[in-house]
């Protein structure tokens, strides 16, 4: 704003950049999730982004909203944005792994309606408790509900691949010798 650009422009820019750093975090935890294993990562990134939720809550809870500094805000939504993007990226590769080959296109839009339809909800009730307890205790709540789930992820499972059949041999063909002049 201190250069004449509207409030329009500064929260366009805002978003615009939220959403490449966590196109940034969707690319990163792919590679990480290739090099660390796809469990591991997205527990680490839900680990981090509790990390960094308590952080903020922590500041909210003593100085109040308006007065965390604005770095430390910035930063603690940079860092949430790129963990968030970890996580998001690299959890797509569990639901395809859970996938059945011959439905994987059907089953795999039900992972991310789901997925969407829980983000939404998520949204709606953190506005919920942020409006009735403040935003504090809305991101306290966030932090403690993104560590129930990396309890879990042990208990996701890939498809189990069948194992090949076969068939039971009833003759077996035995060669004949071979006779000399025949």
């Not at 509900?145 to 189990?160: D, K, M, Q, T, Y």
């Amino acid at each position: 704003k201190a250069i004449g650009a509207r409030r329009r422009d500064v929260l366009t820019q805002f978003l615009l950049e939220a959403v490449m750093i966590s196109l940034a975090g969707c690319l990163l935890g792919g590679f990480i999730a290739d090099y660390f294993g796809i469990k591991r990562t997205v527990a680490a990134a839900f680990a981090l982004t509790a990390l960094v939720t308590f952080g903020l809550a922590t500041q909210i809870s003593r100085v109040g909203l308006t007065a965390v500094a604005p770095d430390f805000f910035f930063g603690s939504l940079i860092a949430h944005g790129l963990f968030f993007g970890v996580a998001y990226g690299s959890r797509n590769a569990i639901f395809m792994g859970m996938t059945n080959p011959a439905v994987a296109a059907t089953q795999f839009t039900a992972f991310m309606g789901m997925t969407n339809l829980a983000i939404s909800m998520g949204n709606y009730w953190q506005g919920l408790v942020a409006g009735r307890m403040g935003y504090a205790a809305a991101l306290y709540l966030d932090a403690a509900i993104a560590l129930l789930v990396i309890g879990l992820i042990p208990f996701l499972r890939a498809r189990e691949v069948p194992a090949q059949r076969q068939l039971p041999v009833l003759v077996q063909a035995v060669p004949s010798p071979v006779v000399a002049g025949e």
